[in-house]
């Protein structure tokens, strides 16, 4: 056994050695056979003359005492950063979602949102969120925000199988997540003529939800293609102004704002109907854009060529087509 020097206060002293009980080396060279080298529970019994249940044991114990630490790395949970893909498309970011086993990829999107969200938001600012079938899932990979005050973007629009209340609940859940201010926006992001959504304007609760969206820091939006399924906003316009707008070179759609794959605003008398943030508030914040449409790579150059967009968090196969597009 060795011998333990003490100093006139008790404690051992420089340069002697620390006993350590036969078990905790029993449990180290086990933990190193099973964990390391890759060795059975069988194996390990009869090298060291145990029984299988008392090797496993003794693991356990290795495990609750911090002999072993096991550490987990989910390389799904803080995505991939693509730089040469973000300096391409002339944007600040481009994450790359990966979902994990089960996991629709809009969720994965939406998580890796919510992991960007809390960094680009500072401490009372102002959060502009708008909804889509991608960022309905924001709430439930959220933590808490930072205090800061929330704006609805655009209105609710129904899509098969979901309830435009969606969009409300979301904006006031992110609200009570960031403890500040709300301005809901009571209005369907378009409505069937000029007329009524000037008259929709004038109210005072929309007015002032349109006005708030002019001090956005941090805005959450969803890029959507020009086509059936792949933007709520398709399905809302006549026959004659879906092919108006494709036939004016139309590929993608941000909050109800139609772009052309140079990236610039489609002008149309449909601009008149929407009801939402318009393009010059959004380009003074900091964008972060979820890019669900995987097959569509021209709407997501499109959105970053338009400036609306600073970051973007996409799928690898969206990520691979974007690039070959790109050339």
């Not at 036939?247 to 149309?268: F, K, M, Q, T, Y």
Request: charged share 20%; proline share 5%.
């Amino acid at each position: 056994m060795a011998h333990h020097g003490t100093m006139s206060d008790g404690e051992p002293q420089v340069g002697t050695e620390i006993e350590v009980p036969p078990t905790a080396l029993l449990k180290v060279q086990l933990a190193t056979g099973y964990f390391v080298d890759g060795q059975s529970k069988v194996e390990l019994a009869r090298r060291h003359g145990l029984s299988r249940f008392q090797v496993a044991r003794l693991l356990d114990e290795a495990r609750d005492e911090g002999i072993v630490r096991i550490e987990i790395v989910d390389p799904t949970a803080t995505g991939r950063t693509h730089a040469q893909l973000a300096q391409r498309l002339g944007i600040s970011s481009v994450t790359i979602a990966a979902s994990r086993p089960g996991e629709p990829m809009r969720d994965a999107v939406a998580r890796q949102v919510a992991r960007l969200l809390p960094v680009a938001l500072r401490e009372g600012g102002r959060l502009g969120v708008a909804w889509s079938r991608t960022l309905m899932h924001l709430p439930d990979h959220l933590g808490a925000l930072p205090p800061a005050d929330v704006v609805q973007l655009v209105g609710p629009l129904s899509a098969p199988g979901f309830s435009t209340a969606l969009s409300s609940a979301l904006v006031h859940t992110l609200g009570a997540r960031a403890g500040g201010r709300v301005w809901a926006l009571p209005t369907p992001l378009i409505v069937d003529s000029a007329q009524v959504a000037s008259s929709l304007r004038a109210m005072e609760e929309v007015r002032t939800a349109l006005d708030a969206a002019d001090d956005l820091d941090v805005a959450v939006v969803s890029i959507g293609a020009w086509a059936a399924g792949a933007s709520t906003l398709w399905a809302r316009l006549g026959a004659d102004e879906q092919r108006r707008a494709h036939d004016a070179g139309v590929v993608a759609e941000v909050c109800g704002i139609l772009l052309d794959g140079s990236g610039a605003v489609w002008r149309s008398a449909m601009e008149d109907r929407v009801i939402g943030v318009r393009a010059d508030q959004l380009r003074r914040a900091r964008v972060i854009a979820a890019a669900p449409a995987v097959g569509r790579p021209e709407a997501v150059v499109a959105a970053a060529r338009s400036g609306l967009v600073d970051d973007i968090v996409l799928a690898p196969e969206l990520a691979d087509q974007v690039a070959a597009l790109l050339g």
